[in-house]
């Protein structure tokens, strides 16, 4: 991810809303957060402009937020500070998640998996495994196969799912959900909602 770091940098400084924020929590997240399931210590994987990580901190999370654009991370660390709240957001590298020194008891990913190539994603799940605790949920919404036509991200199947968390985790249940995206496109996606747990080393 550190070598197309400079991309998505440069996406996020082109616009004030990157096409795939929708400018608040997607309903699903909400959904979680409402159920008391983003608590303990949260990490919320390539967290854009800091919905997500924001969300579980207005309910009670400790939350960290990583993202690899500088741009995104600034205007989420301004977001934080307009809504007077606590959250660590750091620029960094998904595929290297133990440079954050920590580890977490829940994990928010939100369109970080289905943007990974084959080996990106090998890697990242290797990275989440090395920061999350035994007993610790993943919770990860990407785009679903059931998506039309070949527009916007890649199309993830559950079968992949399940093949990319096959050691160390075990697969509560994938949903079928929705995307919402930013206004200017005026349609959702469709999406899986995947609760994965890390399983004891």
């Known amino acids: 991810m550190a070598t197309r770091s400079a991309d998505w940098d440069s996406i996020y400084r082109a616009t004030e809303q990157a096409p795939w924020e929708a400018g608040r929590p997607q ?5 979680l957060a409402e159920s008391g399931l983003l608590s303990g210590r949260v990490l919320d994987a390539g967290c854009g402009t800091g919905d997500h990580a924001l969300l579980a901190a207005e309910h009670g999370g400790d939350v960290t937020g990583i993202d690899c654009s500088a741009t995104a991370i600034a205007r989420a660390r301004r977001k934080a500070a307009e809504r007077g709240l606590k959250v660590r957001f750091e620029t960094g590298d998904v595929l290297d998640l133990a440079q954050l020194g920590t580890t977490f008891d829940t994990v928010v990913d939100v369109g970080m998996f289905h943007v990974l190539d084959d080996e990106e994603r090998r890697l990242y799940v290797r990275s989440l495994t090395s920061v999350t605790e035994p007993g610790g949920t993943c919770h990860l919404m990407c785009f679903s196969d059931r998506q039309p036509g ?11 799912l399940r093949e990319a968390f096959a050691d160390g985790w075990e697969m509560l249940g994938i949903a079928p959900e929705t995307f919402a995206v930013a206004p200017q496109f005026g ?10 747990r890390r399983t004891a080393p």
């Open 187 to 196: 349609r959702k996606g469709h999406a899986w909602l995947a609760a994965i």
């Open 150 to 160: 070949a527009l916007g991200p890649r199309r993830i199947t559950q079968a992949e």
């Open 27 to 31: 309903e699903a997240l909400v959904r």
